[in-house]
């Protein structure tokens, strides 16, 4: 049960899971104004989510994975599902789940990342994922860059994603396999006035090594995130 404790202490979970049932709270106020074609329309897209999930959970559990991987998948699932059904009732609603599920790191284009990494003004320092959301890896993955961006953001260092699966001649311009057995999604690379200064996976001339599970402790000791922290705060 090591990946229960583990999961408990997260505060990702426990924050997706409050939104998650603040959607209950929301729905039963705003009952009283909707009017009854809309109550009808959100009623049946809420009966197609509830199905929607539950087949995709079945097949998640029929793949074998583990319980971390299966939590991981299934939840990013429902915030797609209710993202959608929050659009139903009002856009602003949506826009906020949308807010708490993303973090603050900034999504990017590959012309918008050039842009940031290139203009004299602009931070010092970039450390960018590049993902694939066809990717399990990626997903279960995609809680530690928001949640690393929220202890580390600074005016040296900000933080990007990069979604290869929309700019596939990204991968090839950083040299990124999107071959899964590869091990390169996804990618995480750290910027400095422009220049790559260091990667997670690491290239292998020997052949592909098994990587460790990626946490926001691998990729803080990694790339040196609380040095680079300490700096700023210094002022250097």
């Known amino acids: 049960m090591e990946w229960l404790n583990r999961m408990l202490s997260e505060p990702y979970y426990f924050f997706h899971f409050l939104a998650?049932?603040?959607?209950f709270i929301v729905r039963s106020s705003v009952a009283s104004v909707l009017s009854p074609h809309i109550i009808y329309h959100l009623f049946r897209r809420e009966i197609q989510a509830v199905l929607a999930f539950a087949v995709l959970a079945v097949v998640k559990m029929a793949r074998e994975e583990s319980w971390e991987d299966f939590i991981a998948n299934t939840l990013f699932y429902a915030k797609v599902l209710l993202l959608g059904i929050s659009l139903i009732i009002d856009y602003h609603l949506a826009l906020w789940y949308a807010v708490v599920f993303l973090g603050t790191s900034?999504?990017?284009t590959p012309l918008q990342l050039e842009a940031l990494l290139t203009e004299g003004k602009t931070t010092r320092f970039?450390?960018?994922e590049f993902r694939a959301l066809c990717?399990?890896?990626c997903i279960r993955a995609s809680r530690?860059?928001?949640?690393?961006?929220i202890t580390y953001s600074n005016k040296n260092l900000s933080f990007g994603i990069v979604d290869l699966g929309l700019f596939p001649n990204a991968a090839e311009k950083f040299g990124i396999s999107l071959s899964g057995s590869m091990g390169q999604l996804p990618t995480?690379?750290?910027f400095e006035n422009a220049a790559e200064v260091n990667r997670f996976p690491e290239f292998s001339f020997e052949g592909k090594l098994p990587n460790p599970p990626i946490t926001k402790q691998?990729?803080?000791?990694?790339?040196?995130l609380d040095r680079?922290?300490?700096d700023y705060v210094n002022g250097k």
């Open 126 to 128: 970039w450390l960018v």
């Open 228 to 230: 680079l922290l300490i």
């Open 218 to 224: 691998l990729l803080s000791q990694h790339f040196g």
């Open 135 to 137: 990717s399990s890896t």
């Open 106 to 108: 900034s999504r990017l």
């Open 188 to 190: 995480y690379i750290l």
């Open 144 to 149: 530690c860059l928001p949640e690393l961006s």
């Open 20 to 23: 998650f049932f603040s959607y």
